[in-house]
């Protein structure tokens, strides 16, 4: 079993940053990929950025890139999203995912952990 607890959300204006922090547990050896998701009201989950474990390649999407940077410090077993220029439309519950088989894909279906969200809210 692998826990996930998210931390950091909040209420910010547009161009503001903030930080988000997921503290992982138990059996974080297994994990190979680890991934903040989003979900939008009324949206469906969509990935945000992924990053692997062993070596530490990163993944955006498109709507993030330039703005988002994923980061881990595997001393304390945390992942970080480090999010600046908040636009109203990244406005959503953040989740944070782990994979313990592949690091290829957005498909949520795949992500074995999840967390039980932050929500973060952007103002215009």
């Known amino acids: 079993q692998v826990q996930l607890v998210e931390s950091g959300g909040g209420s910010v204006q547009a161009g503001g940053s903030l930080r988000l922090s997921c503290a992982a547990s138990g059996y974080t050896y297994r994990v190979y990929c680890l991934a903040w998701f989003r979900q939008p009201p009324g949206k469906e989950r969509e990935g945000v950025a992924r990053i692997h474990t062993n070596g530490g390649s990163t993944y955006y999407a498109d709507s993030v890139k330039g703005r988002f940077t994923i980061s881990r410090d595997n001393a304390k077993n945390t992942l970080y999203l480090q999010m600046n220029n908040l636009k109203p439309e990244d406005t959503a519950m953040y989740y944070c995912?782990?994979?313990?088989?592949?690091?290829?894909?957005?498909?949520?279906?795949?992500?074995?952990?999840w967390g039980q969200g932050t929500q973060v809210t952007v103002s215009s």
């Open positions: 995912a782990a994979d313990l088989v592949r690091c290829g894909n957005w498909y949520a279906g795949n992500y074995n952990y």
